[in-house]
């Protein structure tokens, strides 16, 4: 039986990250060593565990050794992405008596990136160098390379180096096949999991931002689904504007995934993102062979286009600009702007999701300032509810924003909004959206294996 779950992650939210790094086996206080710029046993040193190299989504041991007993130090990571852009993170400790910072036992001063005992701070608390913009991997091949500096003292310039290490991030698992996917109208990517299958298939969808995000299938990948990235506009020849769309295209998706041979049916599972989420809820409505959909402070009313099935059309939610609010940054609060969906014109772009089969399950970032995530996911319960359809389990997270990624992902207080043409407010304060993106995570993999494996898989125990 679905149920409704509200997560109300607290103050203690080191705690819940701290909890991701238990799997970290080692001695307590040692890492394995990883690439330092130190040479000699007596000069200090970064060591990473796992070392060299681990997945974008997996705990990450940082450590520091060698140092002088109580010395003040300043752990500096730098990550830089493919246009560019420096994304860093700044947090202040002192040396233990025994001259060592492990960050999942050492508490992070006041001053930096953040405070407190976050054995993941370095990580989700990344913001760029040029602001606002968001980390988006786009070349799924290559790691993402994290370097992470040692700071004599504590001034906010940076002291003398006293070493430096660095450990690739990585999206692509041993293993794990990446193919392009240019059958007939379809612009995807497919991943496959090693072993000869067949696994649970799922059609990942993003937002607004169009192209092809591979980053998340990439890695959802991993965890033994099949998962078909699906580009839909701003992509090779797809349409280069959000006008409109037709849902035959994400049909002919579907049927892509019911037929591979490394699928497990009898369905397959959708993942959708913000826009991605009401496409989703769409295929879900009209499209046979959907069996688990998940949305993540996705619609259920059609938004941004004009959306066609046959002889079927959906306009898009009317909106008001009017009902945006700037901030004294410049940035623009959209939260009121989409009129409401159950109200006069706007019951026209409803979706009707009275019509879905399967089972459903809503991520919700309660503070979530691109729209009403919160009501959606609510309002769409009644709806499957009003038409003796089954229960969806819908999970909040306060202190959550819109950008709901992986694991580890820095959170994107605002950056660009491709309808609205300039900065937005996506919201988050980034202590919960952190540990939101965690259990979320996880909260999707289990929800998946549930669904489509058929079976209590065993990797839902390990999570």
């Not at 994290?146 to 004599?152: C, D, H, S």
């Not at 609205?420 to 996506?426: D, L, S, Y």
Request: hydrophobic share 40%; with cysteine; aromatic share 8%.
């Amino acid at each position: 039986m679905a149920y409704l779950a509200l997560r109300l992650l607290g103050p203690g939210l080191g705690l819940s990250l701290g909890r991701a790094c238990a799997h970290l086996k080692r001695p307590p206080g040692r890492l394995a060593p990883s690439l330092s710029s130190s040479s000699s046993p007596m000069e200090p040193r970064v060591a990473f565990s796992p070392a060299g190299r681990s997945l974008f989504d997996q705990p990450l041991g940082v450590s520091v050794e060698v140092l002088r007993p109580e010395q003040e130090v300043t752990l500096r990571a730098r990550l830089q992405d493919e246009a560019g852009e420096v994304f860093e993170s700044r947090a202040l400790f002192r040396a233990d008596g025994e001259g060592r910072v492990d960050a999942s036992r050492s508490e992070a001063l006041v001053g930096g990136s953040y405070s407190g005992l976050e054995p993941l701070g370095l990580l989700w608390a990344l913001k760029p160098q040029r602001g606002p913009r968001r980390l988006v991997k786009r070349q799924v091949e290559s790691p993402f390379l994290l370097e992470v500096a040692v700071l004599e003292g504590h001034g906010g310039g940076g002291g003398k180096l006293l070493a430096k290490g660095s450990h690739e991030r990585a999206f692509l698992g041993p293993g794990l096949a990446r193919s392009p996917v240019r059958e007939g109208p379809l612009r995807a990517t497919l991943f496959l999991p090693p072993g000869d299958g067949p696994f649970p298939g799922i059609i990942d969808i993003y937002g607004t931002g169009g192209g092809l995000p591979e980053y998340r299938a990439c890695l959802l990948a991993n965890y033994g689904f099949v998962v078909l990235a699906l580009a839909y506009y701003g992509y090779e020849d797809l349409p280069k504007q959000m006008k409109e769309f037709h849902l035959e295209y994400f049909e002919e998706a579907v049927n892509y995934m019911l037929k591979h041979p490394k699928v497990k049916g009898p369905g397959i599972g959708l993942l959708g993102h913000s826009k991605g989420g009401d496409l989703c809820i769409s295929m879900a409505s009209f499209l046979k062979g959907i069996t688990a959909t998940v949305t993540v402070n996705g619609s259920i009313a059609n938004v941004g286009a004009t959306l066609h099935y046959k002889d079927i059309t959906i306009p898009p939610l009317g909106f008001n600009p009017k009902r945006a609010k700037m901030d004294k940054n410049g940035l623009v609060d959209i939260i009121d702007v989409l009129d409401n969906p159950l109200e006069g014109q706007g019951r026209q772009s409803l979706i009707p999701l009275e019509k879905a089969e399967g089972h459903f399950m809503f991520i919700v970032g309660k503070d979530d300032h691109n729209w009403k995530s919160e009501f959606f996911a609510n309002e769409a319960s009644k709806i499957l509810q009003a038409h003796g359809k089954e229960k969806p389990e819908i999970i909040c997270y306060p202190g959550a924003g819109h950008y709901i990624e992986p694991p580890y992902t820095p959170m994107c207080p605002a950056s660009m909004h491709l309808l609205v043409g300039r900065p937005a407010i996506w919201g988050g304060e980034p202590r919960a959206h952190a540990a939101a993106q965690v259990d979320a995570w996880k909260q999707i993999q289990v929800f998946f294996h549930k669904h489509l494996s058929n079976e209590q898989d065993e990797r839902q125990s390990k999570l």
